[in-house]
């Protein structure tokens, strides 16, 4: 069973053998958790996902899906790239969400890791509500069947540490 911890603090010096980046489709940086992720990781990064652009993904990576880089200079062992949807009040797109943090769980039993660390996906300029964001990750992570042994959600601010720790059973 994986135990779910929460931490409100930066994602980039969580020690982990795997970080999350909300990435965008075209791995190539960003803001948010992208850009941080980037700039604290060095350019062995961006050099990774330089190469699955020229390879696997010519269009992009698709929402919903993930793939593993090197985590460069973090005190991780991979970066875990995920792109989340973004919100919209017309479709409901819970489906792809969650998608991001089993894909993403997928890959880190694929690399063999046993500590992941998440950030809330698609909550910051994807414009997810962070009270909705919280429920999917936090149900998807419980129910999806891993040998991650630790599933931490590095929470930035305040509030949305508030709403990740409500969604504890």
Same mark, same amino acid.
Request: aromatic fraction near 8%; proline fraction near 5%.
């Given at each position: 069973?994986? @135990? ?6 930066? !994602?980039? %010096?969580?020690? *982990? @053998?795997?970080?999350? /980046?909300?990435? /965008? &489709? &075209? #791995? #190539? ?7 941080? !992720?980037?700039?604290?990781?060095? +350019?062995? !990064?961006?050099?990774? $996902?330089? %190469? ?27 970066? !875990? ?6 919100? =919209? ?9 969650? &998608? $991001? ?5 997928? *890959?880190?039993?694929? #690399? ?9 996906? &698609? ?5 997810? +509500? ?12 419980? =129910? ?5 042994? %630790?599933?931490?959600? *590095?929470?930035? /601010?305040? +509030? ?10």
């Amino acid at each position: 069973m994986t @135990d779910i911890t929460y931490v409100q603090g930066d !994602i980039t %010096e969580q020690h *982990v @053998d795997a970080v999350v /980046n909300a990435a /965008n &489709s &075209s #791995l #190539l940086g960003g803001g948010g958790v992208d850009g941080a !992720i980037h700039r604290a990781g060095g +350019p062995e !990064i961006l050099d990774a $996902c330089r %190469e699955l652009r020229a390879s696997r993904f010519r269009d992009g990576l698709p929402a919903g899906q993930a793939v593993a880089t090197t985590a460069g200079r973090l005190p991780a062992r991979w970066v !875990i790239h995920t792109v989340g949807p973004v919100w =919209s009040a017309a479709e409901d797109r819970s489906a792809l969400l969650a &998608s $991001c943090y089993r894909e993403s769980l997928r *890959v880190a039993d694929e #690399l063999g890791a046993a500590t992941v660390a998440f950030p809330a996906v &698609s909550t910051g300029v994807y414009r997810w +509500p962070v009270e909705d964001g919280a429920r999917i990750a936090v149900e998807t992570v419980r =129910s999806t069947d891993t040998a991650v042994r %630790e599933a931490r959600f *590095v929470l930035f /601010n305040a +509030p949305a540490y508030a709403a990740f720790t409500a969604q504890q059973p």
